[in-house]
């Protein structure tokens, strides 16, 4: 502890800071008025026994009475962790007061117009997917807040889609909407969530496999209503998803960066030769709609713009190739 004279002065600038009175101060702390006189006139030490009173009475830390001096550092924290939760507080109860008021506006104008509750349910539903955005449901816990978050606003929006559907005679196609939601989701949160477990290595072949899942659950929901070339469109679904699940587990290896470059430009580069006999085969298109001729660019175009770009990325592929292999070379030396 500080000498006397300091500790004395310190007490009495804090006495003073709260308007206190020496006669105040020791009615609070029940010592004699005369006990306190002798604190700020350095002639002796309050009791130990008196230090956490002290502190709690003139809104001090230990620290700040036994060193005798302002922790400026810590009561700065202390007046932003306040202003914090002033802020969260008025973050969750300003739009949930909000929300209530809505919610009881539109369920009286309901019954008092419609007699009845019809339209009701979908202001219900609209306000609670937008609770589950602001402030979220994550307020009520402690722990997994994204994961949290993650269910009950994919949750709220399907639900929203549901009242929606029902109300429009839509039910055809809120199993479509839930599929494309699930699917944003899965690439947006799903790699996040995944990325703290122990599956966090194979978080992007994980998302694009079950997105490659849904994108045909998809389609056959799309063909129960609206009959289509399903057996073409899955196969194309599924000649364009693998190139970029195979791309996500050779950048599971730990090569370098260039090296991985170049194996997906060259991946891509076959996906796009490719795809376009694939399409001509499955629809019956003209080959010759690939004929490579750059003297006859007014029918050969397409085909000729074709082997450009296919050229332009194995080139590409061939530099990044090079520069891993210098990049290798010289770690190694």
Not at 184 to 192: E, P
Request: proline residues 2%; charged residues 15%.
């Amino acid at each position: 502890m500080t000498d006397k004279k300091t500790f004395g002065s310190f007490i009495k600038a804090k006495r003073t800071e709260k308007n206190y009175s020496q006669k105040d101060l020791a009615e609070m702390l029940f010592v004699t008025e005369g006990a306190v006189s002798k604190w700020e006139r350095g002639v002796s030490y309050p009791d130990i026994t008196l230090i956490s009173d002290i502190c709690c009475v003139l809104d001090i830390s230990e620290h700040e009475l036994i060193t005798a001096s302002t922790d400026t550092d810590t009561r700065k924290m202390k007046h932003e962790a306040r202003k914090f939760r002033v802020i969260r507080g008025t973050w969750f109860w300003v739009p949930t007061i909000s929300y209530a008021v809505a919610l009881l506006t539109c369920f009286i104008c309901n019954l008092a117009v419609n007699h009845t509750l019809s339209w009701f349910f979908i202001v219900l539903t609209a306000l609670l997917c937008a609770y589950s955005f602001i402030p979220t449901f994550t307020s009520f816990f402690k722990s997994k807040k994204l994961l949290v978050f993650t269910v009950t606003s994919f949750s709220s929006i399907c639900l929203l889609l549901y009242t929606c559907a029902v109300y429009t005679d839509g039910l055809y196609w809120f199993p479509v909407a839930c599929i494309g939601t699930l699917m944003g989701y899965i690439l947006v949160f799903g790699t996040i969530l995944l990325s703290r477990t122990k599956l966090s290595r194979f978080k992007f072949v994980i998302a694009f496999t079950a997105v490659l899942a849904l994108t045909i659950l998809l389609l056959l929901c799309i063909y129960s209503w609206q009959p289509f070339m399903l057996g073409s469109a899955i196969l194309i679904t599924i000649y364009a998803y693998i190139p970029v699940i195979f791309c996500t587990v050779i950048c599971m290896f730990s090569f370098d960066g260039f090296f991985k470059a170049g194996i997906c430009t060259v991946v891509a580069s076959c996906v796009y030769y490719c795809m376009g006999h694939i399409t001509n085969a499955l629809f019956g298109l003209n080959e010759k709609h690939y004929e490579v001729d750059f003297h006859n660019w007014a029918q050969c175009v397409t085909g000729n713009v074709h082997l450009i770009v296919i050229t332009a990325m194995l080139f590409i592929s061939a530099v990044l190739f090079v520069i891993g292999f210098l990049r290798v070379r010289k770690l190694r030396n």
